[in-house]
């Protein structure tokens, strides 16, 4: 059984367009985060929510907005997609109460802009 | 600031033989250190963690690292390599100033690859 689930595993589309990956984790975790990695695999921190609060919010443009429905779904959404939003976008999640609990990542969402 | 850095872009290791990726860190105060791994086209898997006691950290795979205050430092080791080690290796350490919320910072990642 998938720990933490991302859909979609491929996202490709056009410059300008609005568009959603959405997250699930089934391990019973309170908190959950968003990673962008680049084309040279550095991994950044965006988002994240503790029982659906926003907790981090790095320096990320507005035109992303995660949303978290409950504490085990946490979605993002990109409004006008720009060249550069391409990446792989990786979900996580983590124990709450103990900050040096480890993350579970998810397979993450590869997405590229045409 | 805190920051952790990984000084090789890639680590070449023949099977069989020990490997090493190294780790250095900058944080004021305690550090709370990780190892993950990343296969080609999957996420990040949790490999070990130091956060207080012994300066030898066993954890998954075979891999263990070891904690040098002294010289800032968290090298991954593993006495004897395999093919399937083969992969992306990140050190992270924990961002404290942001309190509990748990952020990582990362390092930029060493690739391992162990040849037959």
């Known amino acids: 059984d998938t720990a933490v689930s991302q859909t979609p595993k491929y996202l490709v589309t056009q410059m300008g367009n609005d568009k959603s990956i959405k997250c699930e984790q089934n391990l019973g975790h309170d908190t959950m985060y968003w990673y962008k990695q680049d084309s040279k695999k550095f991994l950044k921190i965006m988002f994240s929510?503790?029982?659906?609060?926003?907790?981090i919010n790095e320096t990320v443009p507005n035109r992303f907005s995660p949303k978290s429905p409950d504490k085990a779904h946490l979605n993002l959404h990109i409004n006008s997609l720009e060249l550069g939003d391409s990446a792989v976008y990786f979900c996580a999640s983590s124990r709450q109460g103990n900050p040096n609990q480890p993350q579970h990542f998810g397979d993450g969402t590869r997405l590229s802009i045409l | 600031a805190q920051s952790v850095a990984q000084p090789e872009d890639q680590v070449n290791v023949a099977e069989g033989n020990p490997l090493t990726v190294k780790c250095t860190y900058s944080v004021s105060g305690n550090p709370y250190l990780f190892w993950y791994v990343q296969y080609p086209n999957r996420g990040l898997q949790f490999l070990l963690k130091y956060i207080t006691g012994d300066n030898l950290v066993k954890g998954s795979y075979g891999f263990e690292a070891e904690f040098n205050k002294s010289q800032t430092s968290f090298h991954l080791k593993k006495p004897s390599a395999l093919v399937s080690d083969s992969a992306l290796y990140f050190c992270a350490v924990r961002d404290i100033k942001s309190g509990n919320t748990g952020k990582l910072i990362f390092g930029q990642g060493t690739t391992l690859q162990v040849k037959p």
């Open positions: 929510y503790n029982n659906k609060e926003l907790i």
